[in-house]
């Protein structure tokens, strides 16, 4: 079975911060598709962002970055000088094959506490 | 452009009693799915529809959870008889197509289950 692990349960930090989440899985596929979600209070998940696995270039967008290593098997997601509005549960959630078929398994996800 | 939208938002039930919930996707989204998140814990994938079919049922608990989705649009999940356990948030998300770089999926705001 495919696992992913968001070591940090939460984080806490002030306004400008810069902070970044934690996300490791485990996998015997060769290529596959990487997923962050938000999950503000209202419940709704939010999709942040996507990469792929064959394609080791980190990128950028706005105030949102992510760390991709495949070697390590690593998903790591910054965030550029947090806001409160940032406050949220983040969950990682690569898109791997488990009980056969291709899906998402998320994390457990991060509480992350930003404050004024 | 309408989201997703789940009811009844909250349900509270004895154990051993039935309860159904109902997703209306967003329009022209041919696959939805139903996810069960408890609390502190990430979302597992419980049924996957590609319009009307089944494409995915591997999570699902057959023996008393079931799902339909007649017509290709939106769709009930039924549990029967409930236990403790199915104490969740019943999340229904919808997505335009599922390919290999999909993954961007719209969720609704969920409907939470409490079993007495």
């Known amino acids: 079975a495919q696992k992913v692990t968001q070591a940090q349960t939460e984080i806490s930090v002030v306004e400008k911060e810069d902070v970044t989440l934690d996300c490791v899985y485990e996998t015997r596929d060769t290529t596959y598709y990487l997923f962050w979600y938000k999950q503000p209070p209202s419940g709704e998940l939010v999709f942040l962002i996507r990469r792929n696995s064959f394609d080791e270039q980190n990128e950028i967008s706005g105030r949102y970055s992510w760390n991709f290593q495949k070697s390590t098997s690593s998903f790591n997601f910054t965030i550029t000088a947090s806001q409160v509005v940032d406050s949220a549960v983040y969950f990682c959630?690569?898109?791997?094959?488990?009980?056969?078929?291709?899906?998402?398994?998320f994390g457990t996800g991060t509480r992350l506490l930003v404050s004024p | 452009e309408a989201g997703v939208a789940q009811s009844p938002r909250y349900k509270i039930i004895e154990k051993r009693q039935s309860v159904a919930f109902w997703c209306n996707p967003i329009?022209?989204?041919?696959?939805l799915y139903w996810y069960q998140q408890i609390l502190g814990q990430g979302p597992k994938l419980l049924i996957q529809f590609q319009n009307n079919g089944v494409v995915d049922d591997s999570q699902l608990p057959k023996d008393r959870f079931s799902a339909e989705r007649l017509k290709g649009v939106d769709s009930t999940l039924k549990i029967q008889p409930a236990k403790l356990e199915d104490s969740a948030v019943y999340l229904c998300?919808?997505?335009?197509?599922?390919?290999?770089?999909?993954?961007?999926?719209?969720f609704g705001e969920g409907s939470r289950l409490t079993v007495l």
């Open positions: 959630a690569p898109r791997l094959r488990d009980t056969g078929f291709q899906k998402l398994v």
């Open positions: 329009s022209g989204h041919a696959t």
């Open positions: 998300a919808s997505s335009l197509i599922w390919g290999f770089n999909t993954g961007e999926l719209f």
